[in-house]
Nanobody, 126 residues
Framework: QVQLVESGGGLVQPGGSLRLSCAAS????????MAWFRQAPGKEREFVAA????????YYLDSVKGRFIISRDNAKKSVYLQMNSLKPEDTAVYYC???????????????????WGQGTQVTVSS
């Protein structure tokens, strides 16, 4: 049974940093590309960052490039999102998910996924 447990969110001031974690179980984690999505109030869930199964390739939404870093630890079956220089518009619930294909063909629409964890709330506010 697939399980994704996100953690690390919180309240941070603009310009601050947070590191999100996602612990995965129930599938062959080291063979899957992983992604982070986020959903702000009143908006659709959007694809934020992705990392290939090996960690060698990454993708970022334009608005987070240069500020966010995605990484993974296959031994710990975990994926991370280091978020720096946070802005109020980064406020959202953040979710991780997995795709058995390559990062190039990774599903990027939230409605293409059947399972979601509970997410972790990130609030950027002074």
């Amino acid at each position: 049974q697939v399980q994704l447990v996100e953690s690390g969110g919180g309240l941070v001031q603009p310009g601050g940093s947070l590191r999100l974690s996602c612990a995965a179980s129930g599938f062959a984690f080291s063979s899957y590309a992983m992604a982070w999505f986020r959903q702000a109030p009143g908006k659709e869930r959007e694809f934020v960052a992705a990392i290939s199964w090996s960690g060698g390739r990454t993708y970022y939404l334009d608005s987070v490039k240069g500020r966010f870093i995605i990484s993974r630890d296959n031994a710990k079956k975990s994926v991370y999102l280091q978020m720096n220089s946070l802005k109020p518009e980064d406020t959202a619930v953040y979710y991780c998910n997995a795709d058995g294909g390559s990062i190039a063909t990774m599903r990027r629409r939230a409605d293409q996924y059947d399972y979601w964890g509970q997410g972790t709330q990130v609030t950027v506010s002074s």
